[in-house]
């Protein structure tokens, strides 16, 4: 794995580009939940328009930035001397990343509704729910920085 140190800031490069598209999903997409769950009516344009929206939302920027941010992730921990396994910073860090993915696919599962016209939840529902990946990032970007 010599040729990973090779590549080492280059990989954190990438890493860190795929976590900022990630993020701003993340950020927006439960944003959009709040307005289409309070604002629109059910079967009509807009209700379509916030369809289209959250659709290419999470296809075409979430789930590939989150595959990239995954893949050169560990990449960085395949790289030598990387991750020290005696610290906590990565047991944070990985509580982190674990919860942050349960998170995207939660918001997968609230678009498949939205699309076939059964959300379940009211826009308040979805303004706590924006909490928790600030509160996630909190963590891993204090685990990463840090390193207790
Ligand atoms: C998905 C699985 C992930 C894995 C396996 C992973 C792993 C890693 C590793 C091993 C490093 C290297 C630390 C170093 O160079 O000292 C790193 C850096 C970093 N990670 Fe992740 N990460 C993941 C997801 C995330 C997420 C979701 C975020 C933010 C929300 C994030 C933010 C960062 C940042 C900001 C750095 C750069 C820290 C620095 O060295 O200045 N990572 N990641």
């Known amino acids: 794995m010599n040729f990973l140190l090779d590549l080492y800031p280059w990989t954190k490069v990438v890493h860190v580009?795929?976590?900022?598209?990630?993020?701003?999903?993340?950020?927006?997409l439960p944003r959009l939940f709040v307005y289409h769950a309070e604002q629109v009516a059910i079967g009509g344009e807009t209700d379509r328009l916030f369809q289209t929206m959250e659709y290419k939302l999470l296809r075409l920027i979430m789930n590939p930035a989150m595959l990239t941010t995954w893949i050169f992730g560990l990449a960085l921990v395949a790289t030598p001397g990387i991750?020290?396994?005696?610290?906590?910073?990565?047991?944070?860090?990985?509580?982190?990343?674990?919860?942050?993915?349960?998170?995207?696919?939660?918001?997968?599962?609230?678009?498949?509704e939205f699309a076939a016209g059964q959300n379940r939840f009211d826009g308040r529902r979805y303004r706590i729910?924006?909490?928790?990946?600030?509160?996630?990032?909190?963590?891993?970007?204090?685990?990463v920085i840090v390193k207790f």
């Open 129 to 143: 729910m924006n909490e928790v990946p600030t509160l996630l990032l909190i963590v891993i970007v204090a685990s």
């Open 83 to 112: 991750v020290d396994w005696g610290s906590l910073w990565p047991y944070t860090k990985i509580f982190g990343v674990l919860g942050m993915t349960w998170f995207h696919h939660w918001l997968g599962l609230r678009r498949k």
């Open 17 to 28: 580009l795929s976590v900022i598209a990630w993020m701003a999903g993340l950020f927006y």
